[in-house]
């Protein structure tokens, strides 16, 4: 399978595969823990929160696997390619494990969780398989292995958001960071798995969200990203409107839900749970609030669903000018039968009237996309609607994907996986193709303006340039010079580009994100 991205930083191909460092919090336990992380931001940021829970424990993190006593690898099961990657990844932990028989070595995240315990006999060399939701359980886990057991936990669940754990940030700038607000899926499109692997939507308390928010911006971080797979759709209630939960009732989630409303013959829509109810917290609140803590302070979120993200959204974002003007919106598809196929439960018209909105609201907001070629049925003509709604929308980035049936799901179960892979690929490459124009177009008509770039480093290439993002979140380099360093805003005058980064002078040190 081929997937074509162009990079930013929520699903930045360079970070597959990173292992992560933190400074020790509790005195060692004389044991070396190592992680690694694949997929979305979101494993990312899980991948924080597991490192802290064992540090608590006394284990240390390493950079090098060979000198590990547990080595963790935290998986992503969307497509195909993804979890084959993590296959392969798994032979080079062999001899590892030769040379040190007592390694734990533990599968974490998605690919745990849709394979279970089949894991255990499909792969010898995993010791440990443990879901989203269950990483609370990590040291007992390890201690079951210790004691010469194989060990799984894949239970989810509908309130664990690790509200209580502030993940410790070692491998990063020190000025952008990932708070993830909310977790799991409700949506049910029928291509995705991850509804099935991460569960249920349940969002994070506010005042945690926020509490987390004000610490890092105390410790120098310059933004934010507000993480979670669909954060329009973000809703705290108040303590005294929280739904009482029985503590006998057993949670049906994952596929086993989808396999229970579709025998009882229910819409799908019974899925979700939308309905805002006076005093509940929404996104537009919530992002209000962190937007509030600081005009220094940058404020991104991903990922919205076209399906509900809201005009009050929009018009919060408009009010507070430390809200990056830039949304990432997927489509998946330009044509309408494609999109009921898909359980997107948007048509063509609704994108294009939620585009118009967004244009209208908050003009010069920058808007990316997902998309992806040759779904079960698509004809050539439905694959033009793809290509002319990009010529409408004129995207400024995109990640671009070939479909890739995964078991269990909806279009799994219901569709036949019938576009001949030659056909999605020649597909997905002319949608590459335009949305290659449609970037450089894009970054063309930036060229003389002056663009507000909070600084995050060396550029890649040289470290006589500095690199950041503007505000819209496109890569802006210009030359190191007197008065301005990274964590600092400066306004940079934009004299040409490439089809993906914006390149010029900067013009004087800035206070304010915007
Ligand atoms: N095949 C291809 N792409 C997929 N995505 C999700 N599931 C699949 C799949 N089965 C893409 C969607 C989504 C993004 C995170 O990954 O475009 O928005
Ligand atoms: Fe998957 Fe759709 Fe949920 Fe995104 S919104 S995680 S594509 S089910």
Known sequence: M??????????????????????????????????????????????????????????????????????????????????????????????????????????????????????????????????????????????????????????LSREETYADISPVRLNSNGINAFVSIMRGCDNMCSFCVVPFTRGRERSRDPQSIVAECAGLF??????VTLLGQNVDSYKWKPENKQEQ??????????????????ASGEDLSVMYNHTVEEGDVTFANLLEMVALISPELRVRFSTSHPKDITDD?????????????????????????????????????????RVAAINRIIPNCAISTDIITGFCSETEEEHQDTLSIMDHVQFYFAYMFMYSERPGTLAAKRYADDIPDAIKKRRLQEVVAKQQEHSHERLKKLVGTTQRVLIEGFSKK????????????????????????????????????????LIGMAHSPQTSAN
């Open 245 to 262: 939960k029985t503590e006998t009732e057993k949670p049906v989630l994952g596929m086993d839900l989808l396999d229970k409303v579709l």
């Open 2 to 155: 081929m997937d074509l991205v162009i990079p930013d930083k929520v699903h930045d191909e360079s970070r597959q595969g990173e292992a992560l460092l933190l400074e020790p919090k509790t005195e060692s336990n004389g044991r070396k823990l190592y992680i690694e992380s694949y997929g979305c931001a979101m494993n990312f940021s899980d991948s924080e929160i597991v490192a802290s829970i064992l540090a608590e424990k006394g284990f240390e993190t390493t950079a090098d696997y060979n000198v590990a006593d547990v080595i963790f690898i935290n998986t992503c099961s969307i497509r195909e390619n993804a979890e084959q990657r993590v296959r392969n990844r798994l032979r080079d932990f062999t001899i590892a494990k030769v040379k040190n028989p007592g390694l734990v070595v533990g599968v974490l995240g998605c690919m745990a969780e849709r394979l279970k315990s089949k894991f255990l006999e499909e792969e010898k060399l995993v010791d440990v398989v443990v879901g989203p939701d269950a990483y609370r359980d990590l040291p007992n886990l390890i201690e079951q292995v210790d004691g010469g057991q194989k060990a799984v936990n894949v239970l």
């Open 218 to 223: 105390d410790s120098g971080y310059r933004e």
């Open 462 to 501: 040289s470290n006589k340039d500095y690199s950041g993002r503007s505000d819209q979140n496109t890569v802006v380099v210009f030359p190191v010079g007197e008065g301005y360093k990274p964590g600092e805003y400066v306004d940079v005058l934009i004299e040409r580009c490439t089809t993906a980064t």
């Open 313 to 353: 959204v929009l018009y919060t974002i408009a009010k507070y000018d430390n809200i990056c003007n830039y949304i990432h919106l997927p489509i998946q598809s330009g044509n309408s039968r494609v999109l009921k196929l898909m359980n997107r439960t948007y048509n063509r018209e609704w994108y294009m009237d």
